[in-house]
């Protein structure tokens, strides 16, 4: 088994747009902020600005496990405009396909992701999506072997932690 944790080509744009949007179709469980539009596309829509070669502050990734697509990542990096100023690093959207969860596979790539940017990282979850806060956490423990703050801001939960050293290999 093979994941690659790897920064967003041009070519590979369409796929990304697809993938986002089972993420989106999950996301959807908690909360309305996004909705389907009568094409049945996902808005608010910013994907433009993601996959955008004029914005260095942002990072697509997608992971690939033995050639196959099985998820996504978006990180900001500061001076993003959806961070805390303190924080160096976001992970703003985060995905792993269904049938991939729970395999160690999203546990992996959050681990390459942080690995891949030093600097002051924070993490952002729905409050009501537990499983993705009881994911989180658990990564973030076992990352920083305790090391980090968690608290609840607005219906959000968010982890901040340190990570003080980074590697330049982008796969695993």
Do not use: C
Not at 39 to 66: A, C, I, K, M, R
Not at 90 to 96: L, T
Request: net charge negative.
């Amino acid at each position: 088994m093979k994941l690659v944790v790897k920064p967003l080509s041009e070519e590979e744009h369409a796929l990304f747009r697809v993938i986002y949007s089972l993420y989106l179709h999950d996301l959807s469980e908690f909360t309305d902020f996004y909705q389907l539009s009568d094409e049945g596309q996902w808005l608010p829509d910013y994907l433009d600005t993601w996959l955008s070669p004029n914005q260095p502050n942002v990072h697509p990734f997608l992971f690939w496990l033995n050639d196959a697509p099985v998820g996504m990542a978006l990180v900001g990096a500061s001076p993003f405009p959806h961070m805390s100023p303190d924080a160096d690093y976001r992970i703003s959207e985060f995905f792993i396909a269904r049938g991939y969860r729970k395999k160690g596979i999203g546990r992996a790539a959050a681990k390459r992701l942080f690995e891949i940017f030093p600097g002051k990282w924070e993490i952002v979850q729905l409050e009501k999506n537990y499983n993705a806060v009881a994911f989180w956490a658990s990564v973030v423990r076992e990352f920083t072997a305790g090391q980090f703050a968690s608290d609840l801001v607005d219906g959000e939960v968010r982890q901040t932690f340190n990570q003080p050293t980074g590697l330049s290999d982008v796969s695993l």
